[in-house]
């Protein structure tokens, strides 16, 4: 089946001035997507192909699929500003998302801004001993929060100007706390800005703690074609659209 289709804007929520959930129908048959997955979304206002942006899969039934979506530029603001019934071009599910959890292991699940998103599918799928750990700016900026409360037993928030939770981010949060969790095999599945992401790694490297990681790294093509959003791994540039954008901290050159 295609992952090119057509779909129709059924909501858009601005959740602040700078961040909506954008809600869309796909018009045509579609692959369901797997946590952790990517869409590229481009309002069809644009003929320029330039402007269709990759956004995680936040929340999906038989008929919709939302995405949050923070404003940063040209592409997020039409987004932004799209209205129920107008129609958007799909590409997706792309990319490699989260591995199925083992049995016998804990879930650790870190999430900075808007890499909430790429964990969000995550939070109700796995067992009552999983943990989140949550960070952003601010206390306004922990969107999603009173969905997760209902999903996930253990939520630990942090944010940067101390406004809510833990003074700091997720990782600082995580690392403090790691010594008490006592939890069996703790295993980490992360999303979260780039420093947030380089700290995290030397956390689980000298914890000796496994993990995988999302990158938003910047896209152009989105599906294999530019080389523009590759990472170096220990098996050479891997590409975050097509090989990614999730890959085994143990991959992970740093
Ligand atoms: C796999 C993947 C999943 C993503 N999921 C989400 C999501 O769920 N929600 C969400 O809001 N965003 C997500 N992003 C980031 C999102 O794609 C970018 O914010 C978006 O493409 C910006 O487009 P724009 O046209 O508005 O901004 P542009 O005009 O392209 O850029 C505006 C500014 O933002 C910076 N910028 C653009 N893209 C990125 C990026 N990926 N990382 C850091 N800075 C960037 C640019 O350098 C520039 O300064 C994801 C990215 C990837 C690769
Ligand atoms: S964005 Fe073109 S190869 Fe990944």
Redesign the pocket.
Known sequence: MSRFFQAEVAGNIHLSQT?NILRITPLQPHVSPAPGQ?YLLRASETLDPL?R????I?RWDDAHLE???????????LLRNMMPGDGIDVLGPL?KGYPEPLKDETPILVAGG?GI??VFPLIGSLHAGTRLFYGAMNSAELYLLDDIKKLAGHIHISTDDGSKGFKGNAVERLNESMDDLAVAKPTVYACG??GMIASLLKVLKDRGIPGYI??????ACGIGACLG?VIKTKQGYKR??KE??VFNVREIVH
């Not at 942006?53 to 995680?56: A, H, I, K, N």
């Not at 923070?70 to 592409?75: A, E, K, M, S, V």
């Not at 999302?214 to 896209?219: L, R, Y």
Request: proline share 8%.
């Open positions: 961040h990517f402007l942006r990759p956004f995680s936040l995405f949050l979506v923070r404003l940063r530029g040209g592409g997020t603001l990319g808007v998103a790429s800005p780039e999302s990158f938003e790294e910047k896209m959003c975050v659209c990614g954008p």
